[in-house]
């Protein structure tokens, strides 16, 4: 199995089995937001204990790639401060963008969101990708 296979079954298992999927009631922070170039929709719900990510939920209806990007990013936000996930957002971005080498120094940080890394190779698709980013972005700066 090569590496890109491995990468398309993370991304299909984690569309079709969504981690974090649902609402958070009463929730510390919220966002909503969508891409109009391919109709995905996307609600994010945190709750938060002083600067700590306690909860991070999501509901939507989109493409693989932004459905599974939002539940990667779920599984991988949970228990962070939101110092640390402006960083994981910081460097997401970056891997989505570029086609730098020193990318690949980011799996340790990044994990499974690795996975996502082809989408460099689609521009149209980076948006897709990074929609469940933009909304956490959202949602901690209001």
Known sequence: MSLDDLYQEIILDHYKNPRGEGKIDNPDAQARDSNPSCGDELELYLKLNGERIEKVKFQGDGCAISMSAASLMVQKLEGKTVTEAFDL??????????????????????????????????????????????????????
């Not at 980013?133 to 959202?138: A, M």
């Open 89 to 142: 957002l910081e460097k997401f971005k970056k891997m989505i963008t570029s086609e730098s080498p020193e990318t690949e120094k980011l799996r340790e940080k990044l994990g499974d969101l690795i996975a996502l890394k082809g989408v460099t190779k689609f521009p149209i698709r980076v948006k897709c990708a990074s929609l469940p980013w933009d909304t956490l972005q959202r949602a901690l700066e209001e």
